[in-house]
Nanobody, 114 residues
Framework: VQLQASGGGLVQAGGSLRLSCVAS??????MGWYRQAPGKERELVAD???????NYAASVKDRFTISRVNAKNTIHLQMNNLKPEDTAVYYC???????????WGKGTLVTVSS
């Protein structure tokens, strides 16, 4: 499975962006977005199960929405009210909760200016 992320860019604080991730093969049961800011560790932003159960980091809850379209092997991350601290490279992740096997996309850069 290859994961292709897109949708990053430069936006002013308070703006919105929508990230997309397309899997070339079958998506594992847990799909998510992670991010890594300069000098910081990679952290979970949000994930969604194949049944549609979502989970969010406290810092993005009520601002970001993750969604999944199984028929199109696609997940999205709608990011609203962006803040400078959201600036990071965002990575798509696909994980089998049964085996623990996971794969990563190459990442897409999100820059939020103040």
């Amino acid at each position: 499975v290859q994961l292709q992320a897109s949708g990053g860019g430069l936006v002013q604080a308070g703006g919105s962006l929508r990230l997309s991730c397309v899997a070339s093969g079958i998506m594992f049961d847990l799909m998510g977005w992670y991010r890594q800011a300069p000098g910081k560790e990679r952290e979970l932003v949000a994930d969604v199960t194949d049944g549609g159960v979502t989970n969010y980091a406290a810092s993005v809850k009520d601002r970001f929405t993750i969604s999944r379209v199984n028929a199109k092997n696609t997940i999205h991350l709608q990011m609203n009210n962006l803040k400078p601290e959201d600036t990071a490279v965002y990575y798509c992740n696909s994980k089998s909760t049964l085996s623990g096997f996971q794969q990563w996309g190459k990442g897409t850069l999100v820059t939020v200016s103040s």
